[in-house]
């Protein structure tokens, strides 16, 4: 016990990217720049975005390493790394999107808690690992209907009133489902797994919000019912706008899981200067959950006036609107739009649609809540147009 | 063979509920008065919806019925309506929606092609049947990963230019799954299934469009690919509201499956007249597909300024908001509020909010589609208001 451990100080983090955007050092919580972000549809792992509720856990000897399956299991696990390395290696192309990402926007309407996100607290990677389903088949778990979950433990010491660890669960169900691609993670782009990103051992829960793909696992329990914690159950909620600090009542809401659908505008960034008479490159992406993929993604350069449909892709710049069968559900799509600029002021707009035809709203202030969790309003970009002869 | 077919005229129509709200009459098409769809949880066979294409087909002798069961599966299957009954009988509560439920509001944005609907195209009831996952493996299909469907097709005689018998296609891994718990049902609110809803079998695929739960079934074939035929490839998608008639390409959109969050507010009627000073109860219902359950309804009395949250329930008044765990995923929730009346003008609004935090969008020019599908954007009631005095 006690080779892989949450410490108490900050002495022992890990190496950062210098260009991060940090939102809190301590614990540290950095989101990539916009533009870097579209650059390519696998996001490097340093640029990926941290999210952290203490100081990075330490591991002494990876060979020491035990993952415990537990609970209502009939055969009880401890497995090293070399065993789930000895499992059919399965990867998964899933973009993991903090409930929080675009936090800050929604703050501008309202006061919310939480660390201030602008548009990229998300990323997109390739996760290999061993599948939880072929983990718990191990230990002897059958599919079955019921109202069981499986819960994930970390060893990272959050704040005392956050109860200890950090855990997270999912129903048994989709954990048990093969179509759900639920993973073990021990590499991340092809690579090791890094400490920032939960070494040695993660959950990926595809198309959940991220609060849920554990990192720096350590325990996987199947319990009764959903986790008791107080990230599944004091926090990563959405309230009505009409509820806030003094009447909220955590047990009338349920855990947030998938995520619905988000397109934000990477570039230009908001107040960027342009010419009047010139192309313009517009680039974002769009998610959404539950393995929904993306189906259109509209673009408006008069603030919502009139409206061009963007063209999305995945992988090498292969059109998935004209290759449906080969897009990665669980993976975000990039997005892009040239437009000839007039004199006009420019507001772009984006917005899109996903494969159950959900869309998103049109204002943020309708979907406040207090704890600022997924904001997918349209997100708008003003510019200044500059005259043609004008040096930029 | 042709013991079950469909005939080409209208001579043998079944006996309808003459309460029923009729959008054509050959094919017949109609629809639940919408104060009777919130008087219960299960829709009565007899108000459910009718969707058709054509004359209802007739069987003359059920015995003779045989299911087919073929294309790439390692044993093709013929089976009669008794070795359906043979095997493990399951029961799904699932809201069926037509795609084009609600168009009638759609087309006053700006004309779309359909049968008009207004807001009682649906219906939940309890469907009994086989699992299509244990046909599938009976005929040797074993859960995989991959880019085939499942046809289903019927007898019914549709026009000719959408090709013959109604057909549709779901993914292989959606048939296979035991949490997507489609069925062949041959009950419906525990009675034997009727003509108009497809007697002697139908497919039911909870959580998805209508469109796709096809009726009068006769073939179920597994094919490398989603079906081609006219209601998967040429209907029953959903363009920008930038695409007519004149610019519109088929190919560049998926055919629709799941369906976003609706909900409809069913009584009060649009122009009735309530007095100021009495309490008015407010209900509808609301849904949403994917099997993602309603996770809130709002209510607004004055047009969208101001909200409360109505009360949701299924099933003999349980309140599952209270009780999360006891939440039909496929079924819809009736909601009610019940508010006092001012002297105000009335105009009542209502939205829901999904297990995935999808919403609805507030305008339908934002979602209009020339054909007229998924109008899921906020409803509107406006209601006269008369002195305390009046006599109603």
Request: glycine fraction near 8%; charged fraction near 25%; hydrophobic fraction near 35%.
């Amino acid at each position: 016990m006690g080779v892989l451990y949450g410490p108490k100080s900050y002495e022992n983090e890990p190496h950062r990217d210098p260009s991060l955007i940090v939102n809190s050092k301590e614990p540290f919580n950095a989101e990539t720049p916009p533009k870097a972000l579209v650059r390519s549809f696998v996001t490097p792992e340093d640029l990926f975005y941290k999210r952290n509720h203490g100081p990075i856990p330490v591991i002494d000897d990876p060979n020491n390493y035990r993952l415990e399956i537990c609970g209502l299991v009939p055969g009880p696990l401890s497995l090293s790394l070399q065993d789930l390395r000895n499992l059919p290696k399965h990867t998964v192309t899933a973009t993991l999107q903090c409930a929080g990402n675009r936090r800050t926007a929604m703050s501008k309407v309202r006061k919310v808690k939480g660390v201030g996100w602008a548009i990229s607290a998300l990323g997109n990677a390739v996760w290999g690992g061993a599948r939880l389903h072929d983990v718990l088949e191990l230990a002897g778990v059958r599919q079955e209907s019921s109202k069981r979950h499986v819960e994930f433990s970390s060893v990272d010491v959050c704040k005392e009133e956050n109860g200890g660890p950090y855990k997270g669960s999912i129903p048994l169900s989709q954990a048990m489902s093969p179509e759900a691609e639920v993973i073990l993670a021990y590499e991340m782009n092809g690579k090791e797994l890094n400490r920032d990103h939960g070494f040695p051992l993660r959950v990926v829960v595809p198309g959940v919000i991220g609060a849920r793909s554990v990192k720096w696992l350590t325990e996987i329990k199947v319990i009764e019912e959903e986790c008791q914690g107080f990230f599944m159950q004091k926090d990563f909620k959405m309230f009505p706008p009409t509820v806030d600090w003094d009447n909220i009542n955590w047990n009338s809401r349920r855990p947030l899981m998938d995520f619905p659908v988000q397109c934000p505008i990477c570039s230009p960034a908001e107040g960027d200067l342009v010419k009047a008479g010139s192309k313009m490159k517009i680039q974002g992406y769009a998610v959404s959950g539950g393995g929904r993929g993306i189906e259109r993604v509209d673009v408006s350069v008069d603030g919502g006036k009139t409206w061009q449909e963007a063209q999305r892709f995945q992988d090498d710049k292969e059109y998935i609107a004209d290759n449906p069968e080969k897009c990665k559900r669980f993976a975000w799509v990039l997005w892009e739009l040239t437009v000839e600029l007039t004199n006009s002021p420019l507001e772009v707009v984006a917005k899109a649609v996903d494969a159950a035809a959900n869309i998103q709203p049109e204002d943020v202030s309708s979907i406040w809540n207090l704890r600022g969790v997924l904001n997918t309003s349209w997100h708008r970009v003003r510019l200044n147009v500059v005259p043609p002869q004008s040096k930029l």
